[in-house]
C-alpha cells in the first residue's frame, strides 16, 4: 500500500515561493504510476494542479498543468530519494489552500486531473499566501 507523506506548506507573503514535498513509501516514483498535486480551499472542491509521470515507457518524465497554474507550478521528482515536488512561484492569495499528494494509474494523468482517479493520498500540508 502507498503511504504518501507532504510536507513544505507554510505562510508567505504574496509574490514569494515554496517548494511542496510528497515522500512515497511502498511504491517508487519511477514506474507506471501518476503522481499528482491537489489543493482544496475551504468550501471548495478538490482541484488538481500538477501531475508527473516517469517510466520505462516515457522519453523523460511527462508533467501536467492546467492552463490555470501552468506558468507558476513545476512539478517534478526524485528517484533517488522517491519523493515529488511540486514548486510554486509569484504566490497569490488566491492559491491558499490545503495541497495534497496523490498516486493514481498511469492514465490519471492529464491536464484535466479528476480526484476520483487517484486511490492514495497524502494528509495534506496548508499553505497560506498573505497579501
Known amino acids: 500500500q502507498v503511504q504518501l507523506v507532504e510536507s513544505g506548506g507554510g505562510s508567505v507573503q504574496s509574490g514569494g515561493s515554496l517548494t511542496l514535498s510528497c515522500t512515497a513509501s511502498g511504491k517508487s516514483v519511477y514506474g507506471e504510476t501518476c503522481w499528482a498535486w491537489f489543493r482544496q480551499a475551504p468550501g471548495m472542491q478538490r482541484e488538481g494542479v500538477a501531475a508527473?509521470?516517469?517510466?520505462?515507457?516515457?522519453?523523460?518524465?511527462?508533467?501536467y498543468y492546467p492552463d490555470s497554474v501552468k506558468d507558476r507550478f513545476t512539478v517534478s521528482l526524485d528517484n533517488g530519494k522517491n519523493t515529488v515536488y511540486l514548486q510554486i512561484v509569484d504566490l497569490k492569495p488566491e492559491d491558499t489552500a490545503t495541497y495534497y499528494c496523490?498516486?493514481?494509474?498511469?492514465?490519471?494523468?492529464?491536464?484535466?486531473?479528476?480526484?476520483?482517479?487517484?486511490?492514495?493520498w497524502g494528509q495534506g500540508t496548508p499553505v497560506t499566501v498573505s497579501s
Open positions: 508527473i509521470h516517469d517510466g520505462i515507457y516515457t522519453n523523460g518524465p511527462d508533467k
Open positions: 496523490a498516486a493514481g494509474v498511469e492514465y490519471a494523468c492529464s491536464v484535466s486531473l479528476s480526484a476520483g482517479d487517484f486511490r492514495s
